[in-house]
T-cell receptor, first 115, second 114 residues
């Protein structure tokens, strides 16, 4: 299995532009998570889906952030409009979703820089 | 409130010496505990987890962790450190807080010195 796939790996954009990050979870996994990592705030859970349905989006910073999971093999995280404080590494992770002891598997991350 | 604490920002150890990276937790109910490692410019990689059973859990790359319920700790250990073990280590707990979330610690940077 190729693992969790994220694209792009690096994104540089200007303030005010729309940014879309993409994630393909491991085949057969039912849960998908979006995290943001910064030096100041560490690793933060933004949103998580189970069977393509958003279960908890309490970590989404504000209305500028939105996430979708149209099917079991694809998810997007969109920022519109982007701001410099959104600069971070964004990780997608997936898990089987069958129980509390599930292991999450992380993608390589997307490093976002907003100028 | 459910939480995980990693009290040390950085741990330095000489190559060949035993290493310990500390983690304590606060959850209601039975904890499901995890350790992950992050190498530079990479995503987090799963090392090991405690669900139930034996308090000593063995994982990848020679790492192990000891679950101690009375001390609410889940310290990561390795008998003999390698320079290649230098990385950022995260402890996590899966706990119920409205939904079942993974709560990550702030991370501990391990430096193994040759």
């Amino acid at each position: 299995d190729a693992g969790v796939i994220q694209s792009p790996r690096h994104e540089v954009t200007e303030m005010g532009q729309e940014v879309t990050l993409r994630c393909k979870p491991i085949s057969g996994h039912n849960s998908l998570f979006w995290y943001r990592q910064t030096m100041m705030r560490g690793l933060e859970l933004l949103i998580y889906f189970n069977n393509n349905v958003p279960i908890d989006d309490s970590g989404m910073p504000e209305d500028r952030f939105s996430a979708k999971m149209p099917n079991a093999s694809f998810s997007t995280l969109k920022i519109q409009p982007s701001e410099p404080r959104d600069s971070a590494v964004y990780f997608c992770a997936s898990s089987l979703g069958g129980g509390r002891g599930d292991t999450q598997y992380f993608g390589p991350g997307t490093r976002l820089t907003v100028l | 409130a459910q939480s995980v604490a990693q009290p040390e920002d950085q741990v330095n150890v000489a190559e060949g010496n035993p290493l310990t990276v500390k983690c304590t937790y606060s959850v209601s109910g039975n904890p499901y505990l995890f350790w992950y490692v992050q190498y530079p410019n990479r995503g987090l990689q799963f090392l090991l987890k405690y669900i139930t059973g034996d308090n000593l859990v063995k994982g990848s790359y020679g790492f192990e962790a000891e679950f101690n319920k009375s001390q609410t700790s889940f310290h990561l250990k390795k008998p003999s450190a390698l320079v290649s073990d230098s990385a950022l280590y995260f402890c996590a707990v899966r706990a119920y807080s409205g939904t079942y979330k993974y709560i990550f610690g702030t991370g501990t940077r391990l430096k193994v010195l040759a």
